[in-house]
């Protein structure tokens, strides 16, 4: 059975918003405004429920003219680190799991080979899914995790895709949060709409490109 619970994709207004960030972030309310045909105050709305939802993150531009700086947004997943809503989640999801398999060890899948930061990655997914109202089912050793039956089949067919890309989105960027080797890969292709099995993937760190910050990159087993 699902919960009730607040949902980044519930209203397609904050997808578009949403989908907009995940192209180009960095975007200003006027601009956002512009690549969604939004109000200012619809925009401004959605984005404060996204911010408090740990979804997205807004700083103040640097000037070096004069003026008065501007308010830029991005996801987390673009700026990871700078959300303290989306920290605190993926630090208390990791608590409550090893709690969880301390309490029931049966349900510590070892054989899976996960390490402790992919079973955290894990552990977040889980619980922002929960929140979201989905009854996620997650295979640790195949790395799928089946959130079927997707309550986006029946949405407008001219939105699904979108739906789909933005949500997809949102997942990887609650793996990137909480840091390490697991990212989404994709979702398997079905015919039928209401079956949705998100695919992850391990990644491997390359060697260091820029001040020292490395680049994930597919792993090859």
């Not at 105050?41 to 700086?69: F, K, M, S």
């Not at 789909?164 to 292709?189: K, N, Q, W, Y």
Request: aromatic share 2%; charged share 25%.
């Amino acid at each position: 059975m699902t919960r009730p619970g607040y949902s980044a994709i519930s209203s397609y207004s904050r997808v578009q918003i949403l989908h907009a960030l995940q192209k180009r972030g960095q975007r200003t309310i006027t601009e956002l405004c512009e690549a969604t045909d939004l109000h200012a105050n619809t925009v401004r709305e959605h984005l404060q429920r996204l911010i408090d939802g740990g979804y997205i993150v807004a700083e103040t531009e640097r000037r070096t003219t004069r003026g008065r700086p501007r308010v830029l947004y991005s996801t987390t997943s673009d700026r990871q680190g700078l959300s303290a809503v989306a920290q605190r989640k993926v630090r208390e999801a990791a608590q409550r799991g090893d709690l969880m398999r301390r309490v029931m060890p049966w349900t510590d899948s070892a054989e899976s080979g996960l390490s402790s930061d992919a079973v955290h990655q894990i552990d977040a997914l889980i619980e922002d899914l929960g929140d979201a109202g989905f009854d996620p089912i997650v295979d640790e050793a195949e790395l799928t995790v089946d959130i079927s039956p997707c309550p986006n089949a029946g949405a407008d067919p001219d939105h699904r895709e979108t739906l789909c890309a933005v949500h997809l989105g949102l997942m990887d960027g609650v793996l990137a949060e909480a840091g390490g080797p697991l990212r989404v890969d994709r979702m398997a292709a079905s015919c039928d709409p209401r079956n949705c099995v998100v695919r992850l993937m391990k990644m491997r760190s390359a060697e260091p490109v820029v001040s020292g910050v490395s680049s994930p990159q597919p792993a090859r087993v």
